[in-house]
């Protein structure tokens, strides 16, 4: 640390050039029927989780994937915005924040075409506006025959 010749401890988050530029999050918010965007600051990093493939083994559907980015206490399974399903962690439990492997058994499974995981259009991500909160779901498509 060549140049480092001193270091400052704030109480409140910090909002230099590039975090206040760069860093930021817009969202549009409803108030008395109207569309408000409001800008904050970039908080905690989102919750992110990706349904990885579906397989089928003797008739059978299981969606796997991961999540990852804080400690997970469990883990549901959205399809078709249905019913979350609970899924079984397979691996990672040994740390809050290790990758968690997920799986599911897909019962319901029928031909067409699925979406896994919230929808682009569901209020909780369509609202957002900025990379920083928008890649917190990643909403999987799944063509069965």
């Known amino acids: ?13 910090f909002m230099g050039h590039f975090m206040a530029r760069d860093y930021v999050t817009i969202r549009e918010e409803q108030r008395d029927g109207q569309p408000v ?3 904050t600051s970039v908080g905690k990093a989102l919750l992110k989780s990706a349904p990885a493939h579906v397989t089928r083994t003797d008739g059978a559907h299981r969606i796997m994937g991961a999540a ?3 400690p997970i206490a469990g883990i549901e ?11 079984t ?10 990758w968690k492997f997920w799986a599911v058994a897909w019962l319901d499974a029928t031909p067409g075409e699925h979406s896994v995981q919230p929808a ?12 920083s909160e928008s890649n917190g779901q990643i909403t999987r498509r799944v063509q069965l025959a």
Not at 1 to 13: A, C, E, F, Y
Not at 89 to 96: F, H, K, P, Q, V
Not at 121 to 131: C, L, Q, V
């Open 1 to 13: 640390m060549k140049w480092l010749d001193r270091i400052g401890v704030l109480d409140t988050p």
């Open 37 to 39: 965007w409001t800008e």
């Open 68 to 70: 990852w980015g804080a």
């Open 77 to 87: 399974v959205g399809v078709d915005n249905g019913p979350w399903i609970p899924a």
């Open 89 to 98: 962690i397979n691996e990672g439990l040994g740390s809050d924040f290790a």
């Open 120 to 131: 682009m259009t569901d209020p909780r991500i369509a609202n957002k506006r900025t990379y």
